[in-house]
């Protein structure tokens, strides 16, 4: 196996969006606006009923992990990603999706033990998002499907916060953390979802025994760990995780301390349709950055502007072709500085 930048494993979910009519989350008793997590049959039913009275806008491999692992390998970034699947159509799909982002990834990813999931986005005409999601065969990701010869083979390994939620992921994240720290590899930690750093503390802290050597998180993910919406108690907190961290604000853009210095990271002015999977992205650029030897002013503001153009579009990924003229562009404003 050739040399890797980055190693991650994480939660793999087929993402939908459909158009649909007020009437139509009426009927089917879907709450409006609120992520409800629903079984195999009720996905199923509510995919048919959304194919048959509703629009198909997108559908896109998915899962906080394999977001930011995609970005970065569109990038330019060697990656590698191990996750679960289901031996169905979803499967197949979301594999080949991996593969068109050019990310290796593992022969034995299938199973026929379960179905693989998916996230079901239903787009309203008042532009609001209700999502309902089949978790399915991914949370049962765990050690025995960690691929030790690719993290043995990378630079850095990516830890998504979701794996802490069930137990399996969670032996999974400190498999991978003992074995990298063995290693001697670098481990970067993303809190992911505010419910990680809520409901999920004592496993996160257990993880994080040992400061690691990066860790992402949003400001809401920030004042839930510190207990304190101060800035400054927040990085003191932070500062006991990792020797390394990035905290998104939003529209105030991100916050990145090197381990020497606090760089802070502007935001661009954009009209944003959607959220999903700008923290993503803006992890995957950032380590993109930093394997490429960036400063975490460069890496940030690369992250930044990506997520900028992710916001502006429906979908949890930007196309190979955007992102490599982001990076173009990118490029250019470090040659003109």
């Known amino acids: 196996m050739g040399k890797l930048d980055i190693y991650a494993f994480g939660h793999a979910l087929v993402d939908e969006e ?8 009426q ?15 009720r996905s199923q039913t509510l995919r048919q009923s959304a194919t ?16 930011t692992i995609a970005t970065a390998a569109l990038l330019g970034a060697q990656c590698h990603f ?48 209700t999502m309902n999601t089949y978790v399915g065969i991914t949370d049962y990701i765990g050690p025995e499907h960690l691929n030790l010869d690719a993290l043995q083979a990378a630079e850095w ?12 992921g969670y032996q999974a994240a400190l498999k991978a953390r003992d074995e990298a720290r063995r290693l001697g590899k670098k481990i970067a930690v993303n809190f992911c979802d505010p419910a ?27 004042e839930i760990w510190a207990y304190s919406d101060d800035l400054s108690l927040q990085k003191e907190t932070l500062n006991k995780l990792a020797h390394q961290w990035v905290i998104t604000l939003g529209e105030d853009g991100a916050l990145a301390y090197d381990g020497h210095t606090e760089t802070p990271v502007p ?32 890496a940030g503001a690369l992250a930044s502007l990506a997520s900028a153009h992710l916001v502006q579009q ?24």
């Open 157 to 168: 390994v990516y830890i998504e916060g979701h794996l802490l939620i069930a137990e399996p």
């Open 52 to 67: 048959e009275r509703g629009k198909l806008n997108l559908r896109s491999g998915g899962g906080s992990g394999a977001n």
């Open 314 to 337: 429906s979908g949890p990924r930007l196309s190979a072709l955007q992102l490599q003229q982001i990076l173009e562009t990118h490029q250019q404003q470090r040659e003109a500085l």
């Open 27 to 41: 009927t089917l008793g879907i709450a409006k606006s609120h992520r409800t997590l629903i079984d195999f049959q």
């Open 196 to 222: 990680v750093a809520r409901l999920c503390r004592e496993r996160m802290t257990h993880l994080l025994d040992e400061p690691v050597d990066l860790v992402f998180c949003n400001e809401e993910e920030a």
């Open 82 to 129: 191990s996750c679960l699947l289901g031996d169905d159509e979803d499967g197949r799909f979301y594999q080949q999706q991996l593969v068109e982002s050019g990310i290796a990834t593992d022969h034995n990813a299938k199973t026929n033990d379960g179905h693989t999931g998916v996230c079901l986005v239903m787009l309203t005409p008042d532009a609001a998002r």
């Open 267 to 298: 935001a661009h002015r954009v009209t944003a349709i959607s959220t999903l999977g700008a923290g993503d992205t803006f992890a995957g650029a950032f380590m993109y950055g930093v394997t490429q030897n960036y400063s975490f002013a460069d």
């Open 18 to 25: 459909y158009a649909v009519s007020e009437s139509f989350l």
